[in-house]
């Protein structure tokens, strides 16, 4: 059984470190690091386990915990009369990224209501057969707003789950 769950964690460390490839723009390694310590969970990692389970050298696997450290997305915490580090995700990641997905989404929104006043303006010139259809900005933006009154109500749940 225990192998079973081994495989399955590497397929998904595997799966999860390429989504974060792209949503947070990490590189491969790091990103490998970051799905393996979150699908270690509490008991956290430490740095011998991710260099022989990720098939890396250590000063790659050193370079990437120090960036991802950095950035807030993981931190560390030690036992005492062990020397070791044992990492873990911070607490804070998920509220970061939605945070940060609030505010593309504001930011996309306020260019969609730029894009439909100028369209506007410009309809003001045209025949009726030339004018802007602006119904896709406008479904666009109300998606936006409901998808960020959504994700608000997530990441309150968050915060309020973790105090």
Same mark, same amino acid.
């Given at each position: 059984?225990?192998?079973?769950?081994?495989?399955?964690?590497?397929? &998904?460390?595997? /799966?999860? %470190? =390429?989504? #974060? !490839?792209?949503?947070?723009?990490?590189a491969?390694?790091?990103?490998?690091?970051?799905?393996?310590?979150? &699908?270690?969970? /509490?008991? %956290? =990692?430490? #740095? !011998?386990?991710?260099?022989?389970?990720?098939?890396?050298?250590k000063?790659?696997?050193?370079?990437?915990?120090n960036?991802?450290?950095?950035?807030?997305?993981?931190?560390?915490?030690?036992?005492?009369?062990?020397?070791?580090?044992?990492?873990?995700?911070?607490?804070?990641?998920?509220?970061?990224?939605?945070?940060?997905?609030?505010?593309?989404?504001?930011?996309e929104?306020?260019?969609?209501?730029?894009?439909?006043?100028?369209?506007?303006?410009?309809?003001?010139?045209?025949?009726d057969?030339?004018?802007?259809?602006?119904?896709?900005?406008?479904?666009?933006?109300?998606?936006?707003?409901?998808?960020?009154?959504?994700?608000?109500?997530?990441?309150?749940?968050?915060?309020?789950?973790?105090?």
């Amino acid at each position: 059984m225990e192998n079973v769950l081994k495989i399955k964690k590497y397929q &998904l460390v595997e /799966k999860l %470190g =390429v989504h #974060f !490839e792209y949503t947070e723009k990490l590189a491969p390694v790091a990103s490998r690091i970051l799905a393996y310590i979150i &699908l270690t969970g /509490k008991a %956290g =990692v430490i #740095f !011998e386990d991710l260099v022989s389970d990720l098939c890396a050298s250590k000063s790659t696997i050193s370079t990437h915990l120090n960036h991802l450290q950095d950035l807030n997305k993981i931190t560390y915490f030690t036992k005492i009369g062990d020397r070791k580090k044992y990492f873990v995700i911070n607490k804070d990641t998920t509220v970061q990224s939605i945070v940060k997905m609030i505010d593309d989404w504001e930011n996309e929104k306020q260019l969609h209501f730029e894009i439909m006043a100028y369209k506007k303006e410009v309809n003001k010139t045209f025949k009726d057969e030339d004018k802007f259809d602006l119904g896709f900005h406008e479904n666009y933006i109300e998606f936006l707003e409901g998808a960020t009154s959504s994700i608000n109500k997530l990441k309150e749940n968050l915060i309020n789950y973790k105090h």
